[in-house]
């Protein structure tokens, strides 16, 4: 049997950081940190910091990995190269459940911000909405990898100088209130908090999918140019950069309302840093930051569902090569395009953003993602010396974040997703049986 076909390297460290930048600075900006401020309360700052390091050992597992092992696939490809092929499958099969559950949530929060800005009810359009951008966005996808990276760098650029503008506005037009208060478990807007130690794990669990998007770049190593230097260098440029926005701009939005009301707008209209941004005054300059901020958001959550179609239909494709899903999906177009991985993607995106709920599909993809993690730091673990750039023990620290955090969501999410995983375990028996 022939080798299967590869896909071309075309992407530098520059479109590679964007990629990765295009992936986070969407959902886990706009929508996570409010998420993680009705859990923790104003200690979601340190939730943010304490992912940042999770992110930051996880990242350099898939740096060296995807370094050492450039091909689409991801964590799918390591696991069954350096662990185990039941592992491998499983960090797959995780890969698609949670990137899925993300995507949805993208396609549902670029609907809140919509519907939000043009005053029209999200009970009503939300989902319609959501499962119209999936449409779109998937032609895009198909039209081939070139064109797809030229519009996500745009669309990242506008989210950047977005989130930009909300930050300075915010520290020069509203009335925040940084200073400590007399309570240490109250925050700026009076609100007392009294975190404990599951609280704050919780919230740096869903904080931690927040930076996850810089997994695309591994994803995608197939697709870029020398690999053992850009792959590392372009993940660690991601994280920095994110870090640096998220704790930026929750400190603002957490001293301009108060974690309640960041929760809260999170919650009722999936559009919190608009509503934020609107209590900064009535002039004509926070007129216009609202308005940027509608217009990043918009861009953000495009950014992030364009990012995760084409990740998940790499692993997809992957996953078709090796007859872990049906062989079609693991095949090319004439033009060099996984259009099967890319149509089977985008049915299970828009079947779980039909659901509706933002919550939901950012818990359940807080533990499957965490799994995935843990089986790429288990793999990292394995590559032979020769193969290492980093010391192993961020690697045993990734894996023991991952593990001990996957268990802090709500139960019911991840008994949802040891579910998912038995099912699917399931699924591989049957398919290898069935390859003979």
Request: proline share 4%; glycine share 10%.
């Amino acid at each position: 049997m022939s080798a299967p076909a590869q896909l071309s390297r075309r992407i530098g460290v520059f479109a590679a950081v964007m990629l990765g930048l295009g992936s986070i600075m969407g959902t886990g900006v706009f929508v996570s940190l409010g998420l993680g401020a009705g859990i923790a309360g104003p200690a979601v700052l340190l939730a943010i910091a304490l992912a940042g390091v999770l992110a930051t050992c996880n990242g350099l597992s898939s740096a060296q990995l995807a370094a050492a092992h450039p091909v689409a696939g991801g964590t799918y490809e390591y696991g069954y190269t350096y662990l185990t092929p039941t592992l491998g499958f499983t960090a797959g099969w995780m890969f698609l459940a949670a990137k899925s559950a993300s995507a949805a949530t993208a396609a549902l929060g670029f609907a809140g911000y919509l519907l939000n800005t043009l005053g029209l009810s999200a009970a009503t359009y939300l989902v319609p909405v959501a499962l119209a951008v999936v449409l779109i966005l998937t032609a895009l996808v198909l039209t081939g990898i070139k064109r797809t990276s030229t519009v996500n760098i745009v669309v990242v650029a506008i989210t950047l100088l977005a989130l930009a503008a909300f930050v300075i506005a915010g520290l020069t037009l509203g009335d925040l209130t940084f200073q400590r208060p007399a309570n240490s478990n109250a925050d700026a807007a009076g609100n007392e908090w009294n975190i404990g130690i599951p609280a704050l794990l919780h919230a740096t669990a869903l904080m931690f999918v927040a930076y996850t998007g810089y997994g695309r770049i591994a994803t995608m190593g197939e697709e870029i140019r020398e690999p053992r230097r850009n792959i590392p260098a372009a993940i660690i440029i991601t994280l920095a950069v994110s870090a640096v926005v998220y704790i930026a701009v929750a400190a603002v939005a957490l001293a301009a309302v108060g974690a309640a009301a960041f929760f809260d707008a999170t919650e009722r209209q999936a559009a919190p840093l608009e509503v934020i941004a609107r209590t900064f005054g009535q002039g004509h300059a926070t007129t216009l930051v609202v308005a940027l901020v509608s217009l990043g958001a918009l861009t953000a959550m495009l950014g992030v569902l364009l990012n995760l179609i084409l990740g998940l239909s790499r692993v997809a494709l992957a996953m078709g090569r090796r007859g872990d899903l049906p062989r079609s999906v693991g095949s090319l177009s004439p033009h060099g395009n996984p259009v099967a991985a890319i149509l089977l993607v985008a049915i299970i995106i828009a079947t779980l953003a039909s659901l509706g709920s933002v919550k939901a599909a950012w818990s359940f993809s807080a533990f499957t993602v965490l799994i995935y993690y843990g089986l790429t730091n288990l793999a990292a673990l394995r590559l032979p010396r020769e193969n290492r750039l980093y010391p192993r023990a961020f690697a045993w620290l990734g894996l023991a974040g991952c593990a001990s955090l996957a268990f802090f969501v709500e139960p019911i999410y991840w008994i949802a997703g040891l579910a998912l995983i038995a099912v699917g375990l399931a699924w591989h028996f049957i398919a290898r049986r069935m390859r003979g």
